[in-house]
């Protein structure tokens, strides 16, 4: 007889605890997933956030119960979903939500993948994606792919929940598994994590391996975890990276300097000024000072750049690292596909596919490409002298400075718009460290995670 408990915006410290003491067992605990994803994911009236469900889920469960869990560590039987322009090397594709790459099976894991295969993590499946993580062309709806369709909110019907990493931040929302990976290049884990409710968290540049993920741009691509707390987030990092942050659980504000950008509030709407202005007083009430800054804008074309010059390159690499007899091989072979199948794969176009393709050289030599990696060592040096004073700085929503830079930022829920839409924060630092430590103390006075109505628990 299988044990029902609520799993509900459980975290993984509390699934730690029913582990240990056999309150659930792993195979329970994925079964009951399974079952959400079932009742809520699937049909003309689900969120479409999952791609693939790992076959093997069940199975690798209960070869884990199996085992003694005396000195198992923290993501032992955690059920995770990854986007789906993650590698895994078992009976699941690596797609990036093309029909293109539908049936890649790649040989091996990404890296972070070897990692939490062998903290006990179970995979449980892919999360649908903008596809190729919306670097295919311009149009096209946050959470769409030619493989899997788009990606509902969960909140209200017919609003976007962002991407690149939609399903990824749907599925989390939505309590369809414990966490997800997703990745960010430029906004896509700090936007979906925004408009879903949750800790979107993309670590500094570096902290973590791309190795094995279907690339735009190894500048700028970043991968991290999507998360309903801030110390489950932090609970990830520290068991996949080679630099774990030393944790302060009872961390308290008094002191601390919390940079505030100005130009973010200057554009905001009333409500979105009022709901800002609601959670700076609360921080002023816990002895944080507040410092007003101004962030430069970053251009959308420096960005654009970065993208161009290096995605043809990456791409390239990636695919010619697929097992030897998988047919695409090159960007030109992706392109030709589309072209091939276009009424199922071009609904939007393949405007940055080709532009990548036809204008770029592959070997990141333009001059432009050098200049602006010149400009990205000039923004980060600025960058580095307006933090110098703050512990942290709340930029509100997403800010191209952060990626451009490869500075770590995570969210913070803070509650609802009146329409029904999650607002919460942006906030980044310096280090990794910093961000954590002072985003988990930030989360304790001013969050407020609401799940969405429709799930029913």
Known sequence: ???????????????????????????????????????????SKGLNAILEINPDALTIAEELDGRNKKDCGLLYGV???????????????????????????????????KILRKKGAVILGKTNMTEFANYMTKGMPDGYSSKGGIVKSPYVLGESPAGSSTGSG?????????????TDTSGSIISPGLKNGIVGYRPSQGALSIKGIAPISFTLDMVGPMTR?????????NEVSANKVHFTENKSLRGTVIGIDQSAIDNMSQEEEKKANSVLDKLKETGATLKRIHLKTISNKKMDDIKKYEFKYAMNQYLAELPLDYKIR????????????????????????????????????????????????????????QLKDVNVCIVFKDHPIVQYTGLPAITVPCGLYNDGMPFGINIIAQTDEELLNTAYAIEQTVGRRVKPKFIGY
């Open 1 to 43: 007889m299988v044990t029902k408990i609520n799993l509900c915006e459980i975290t993984i410290t509390e699934l730690n605890e029913m582990i240990r003491n056999k309150t659930l067992s792993i195979k329970e605990i994925v079964s009951q997933y399974l079952e959400q994803i079932d009742s809520f994911d699937k049909g």
């Open 79 to 113: 059920p995770i979903l990854l986007k789906d322009n993650i590698n895994t090397a078992d009976n699941l594709h690596t797609s990036a939500g093309s029909l293109a790459l539908a049936d890649s099976s790649p040989a091996t894991d990404a890296e972070i993948v």
């Open 170 to 182: 749907v599925a989390v929302t939505a309590n369809l598994c414990m966490a997800a990976l997703g």
């Open 229 to 237: 707390t801030v110390e489950d987030a932090i609970i990830i990092f």
């Open 330 to 385: 090159n960007l030109k072979d992706i392109i030709e596909f589309n072209d091939l199948h276009r009424e199922e794969t071009l609904k939007y176009g393949q405007i940055l596919l080709q532009g990548a393709q036809d204008n770029t050289s592959g070997e990141m030599t333009e001059s432009i490409y050098l200049d602006t990696l010149k400009d990205v060592e000039t923004t980060k040096r600025y960058m580095k002298d």
